[in-house]
C-alpha cells in the first residue's frame, strides 16, 4: 500500500491530487484484504478501473484507491454461443480484438472504446448501435457490505441507457471482479447506425465482416479522437463528457421546435416512448465550436462531445468548463446535460470546485 499516490498519470484527463492511500490489487485476496483493512479503520474506498471515466479534484481524495487489476480471459461453448469471461483488468479494446479475431459477434461497435472490462457494466458502455448489456450474461463481483465474492446475473444489474444497478442504484456497494458476454460465434456485425452504415458503404461494404465494422468503427473514432493517441493533441479527455438526454416527447418537439423549425435535429425514438437527442447537436447550437477553449481546458478540435485538458490544467477547470457548457444547453434548449465521468473529492458539477 501506497500513500499519498499521485492519481493525475493514472487517468487520461491528467489532473487532480493524490490518493491518500493507494493499492493496485492484481488478484481477488489482494482486493479483499485491501476493503477489510479500509472497513476496519473506517477509510471510504474508491476503485479506479483504467482512469478513462473519472475527474479527481486537485485537493485529491482522502480514500483508499484500490486499481483493479486482474487480469484474464476464458471461453466456453454454451451451445451455439460463446461464452467469454474477461477479468476486470482486461483491457477492454483488447478483449473486443480477441473476441473478432476468433468470428465471436456481439462486441465488434464497442471497439476503440478506452479504459478497461470492469468499467463496461457499471455505465452500460455503448457506441454505434450496440451497449453491453445486450451480451453480459452475469459478473462476479465483491459485495462490500461483507466483503466476499458474489455473483450477480444480467437481470439483477437494472441496465438503461449508461446506466446500472452500480452507477445509480448502489454505486457503492460492489467491485467488479469479472465479465462474462454472450458472444454469436459466426454472426454477423451488428451495422444499425447511420454513421457506421455511411462509413461501410463509403468503403464498398455491403456484406461487412465483423473485422472490417472493427475497421470503420476504429476510423469513424479516431477521426473524432476518440481512439487513445498519444500523438493527438486532444488526447487528455474522458471521451464523451456528457450523456446524450433522453426525453419526453413533447420535449423533444419542443427542442426541435427552439432550436431547428425546420427539421434536421438529430433524435432518436427510445422503446419508451421517450426520445433521445444529441448532446454534441445541442452543444454547437447552444453556441460551443470545436476547439475552443477558456485557459488550458476546451473542447477538441475534432468532436464538441469531449472537454480536453492541455498543459497547466487543472480539476477546478474541467468542473468550470463544463459547468459553462451545461447551463448555456439548458438557458438555450431547457434540457440539462449530464455528465458520463464520476467526480472524486470535492468537485463537481452542482457548485464550486
Excluded at 468548463?321 to 434540457?335: M, P
Amino acid at each position: 500500500m501506497v500513500e499519498n499516490a499521485s492519481l493525475a498519470p493514472r487517468t487520461t484527463l491528467g489532473v487532480g491530487g493524490p490518493a491518500r492511500w493507494f493499492v493496485k490489487a492484481r488478484d481477488e485476496a489482494t482486493l479483499i484484504a485491501a476493503l477489510d483493512w479500509a472497513a476496519a479503520r473506517g477509510v471510504a474506498v474508491r476503485v479506479l478501473g483504467g482512469g478513462s471515466n473519472v475527474v479527481v479534484a486537485d485537493a485529491g481524495v482522502d480514500a483508499l484507491v484500490i486499481q483493479v487489476a486482474l487480469r484474464g480471459v476464458e471461453a466456453r461453448a454454451v451451445g451455439p454461443a460463446m461464452d467469454v469471461t474477461a477479468a476486470a483488468g482486461e483491457p477492454w479494446d483488447d478483449l473486443v480484438r480477441h473476441a473478432v479475431e476468433h468470428g465471436w459477434a456481439g462486441l465488434e461497435c464497442l471497439s476503440g472504446i478506452p479504459g478497461l472490462v470492469g468499467a463496461t457494466p457499471i455505465q452500460n458502455v455503448g457506441a454505434y448501435g450496440q451497449d453491453v448489456s445486450q451480451t453480459i450474461t452475469e459478473l462476479r463481483v465483491v459485495d462490500r457490505r461483507v466483503r466476499r465474492p458474489l455473483t450477480l446475473a444480467a437481470a439483477a444489474c437494472r441496465f438503461g441507457y449508461r446506466d446500472s444497478l452500480f452507477r445509480s442504484g448502489e454505486p457503492d456497494r460492489y467491485v467488479v471482479l469479472a465479465v462474462t458476454y454472450r458472444l454469436a460465434p459466426g454472426g454477423a456485425p451488428a451495422v444499425r447506425y447511420a454513421e457506421l452504415q455511411r462509413h461501410l458503404e463509403g468503403r464498398g461494404l455491403a456484406a461487412p465482416t465483423l473485422g472490417e465494422t472493427r475497421d470503420s468503427v476504429l476510423a469513424i473514432r479516431r477521426a473524432k479522437s476518440m481512439v487513445l493517441d498519444s500523438g493527438d493533441e486532444n488526447r487528455r479527455s474522458c471521451g464523451s463528457f456528457f450523456v446524450n438526454p433522453v426525453v419526453p416527447a413533447a420535449d423533444a418537439a419542443r427542442v426541435a421546435a427552439r432550436a431547428a423549425p425546420g427539421g434536421g435535429m438529430p433524435q432518436w425514438p427510445e422503446p419508451d416512448g421517450r426520445v433521445k437527442l444529441s448532446a454534441a447537436w445541442l452543444i454547437e447550437r447552444a453556441g460551443f465550436t470545436r476547439g475552443e477553449r477558456a485557459g488550458a481546458v476546451g473542447l477538441s478540435t475534432r468532436h464538441t462531445l469531449a472537454i480536453v485538458c492541455h498543459d497547466g490544467a487543472r480539476a477546478a477547470d474541467v468542473a468550470a468548463f463544463a459547468r459553462r457548457v451545461r447551463e448555456r444547453v439548458a438557458e438555450r434548449f431547457g434540457v440539462r446535460l449530464s455528465p458520463e465521468p464520476v467526480f472524486w473529492g470535492p468537485i463537481g458539477l452542482e457548485g464550486a470546485a
